[in-house]
């Protein structure tokens, strides 16, 4: 019964800063519940994740499965460093190129001849998702 649960109570933790976005706070007061709700979620993953290996759900029988287990931990590692490489290259990108992009359009809007000097900052912004992927692709290579 606690396998089940403890993975709904996971998602239902991970799902309430979004339902908190979703209500699109205005005030300083409604920000600061949001952010606390970050907060309270994100511990209670943390103590989920720490609480859910010392249960009776895991328990290995003999050595050559512990050492199978830690081998497909350092798998799963791997591939979650590679997500996270492309991921946060990824907001990283949106961010400078969120940033970037519209002042862009608004030099070259007075003047035309900054064209180039300006796709150049553009074009910075975007090396970051870039680099991101690099880092996956090796990653994933070193794992296979």
Do not use: H, W
Request: proline share 3%; hydrophobic share 60%.
């Amino acid at each position: 019964m606690y396998i089940f649960l403890f993975p709904l109570a996971v998602v239902i933790l991970l799902s309430l800063p979004v339902i908190a976005r979703i209500k699109k706070f205005t005030d300083g007061k409604k920000c600061r519940n949001a952010l606390i709700l970050n907060l309270c979620s994100f511990f209670g993953v943390m103590l989920l994740a720490v609480l859910l290996p010392l249960g009776d759900i895991v328990s290995a029988e003999s050595e050559a499965v512990a050492a199978a287990g830690a081998a497909a931990s350092s798998t799963g590692l791997g591939y979650l460093a590679a997500a996270l490489a492309v991921g946060l290259g990824s907001i990283g990108c949106g961010i400078a190129v969120g940033n970037a992009a519209p002042a862009a359009i608004g030099a070259v809007a007075e003047e035309p001849g900054c064209f180039g000097k300006a796709m150049i900052f553009v074009a910075l912004g975007e090396g970051v998702a870039l680099y991101g992927f690099l880092i996956a692709f090796l990653i994933i290579q070193a794992l296979a």
